[in-house]
């Protein structure tokens, strides 16, 4: 298993849908960040602000990350795990 360590911290947590197919969101607010070894295979998008990392029990979390989608993108490439 291959891994990326990052500065993150929790900004949403996605719970399920409602009935009407709305997303139960919990938000987070003034987390601080940890480093973290994050396994690549969790990692479902990057944003520039956000990483979308599945969780456990089917759920999915938006984590905030210190840095920039160029330097992850660099990051991954690098490590021959981007295909562009």
Request: hydrophobic share 45%; no cysteine; proline share 1%.
């Amino acid at each position: 298993m291959k891994y990326i360590a990052l500065r993150v911290r929790t900004a949403m947590l996605v719970h399920g849908y409602t009935a009407k197919n709305q997303e139960i969101v919990e938000e987070f607010h003034d987390e601080p960040f940890l480093e973290k070894l994050i396994a690549i295979e969790r990692i479902q998008s990057v944003t520039e602000k956000y990483l979308l990392v599945s969780s456990s029990h089917g759920r999915m979390m938006y984590w905030e990350y210190e840095g920039d989608l160029d330097s992850i993108a660099q990051r991954l490439n690098a490590a021959g795990l981007l295909i562009a």
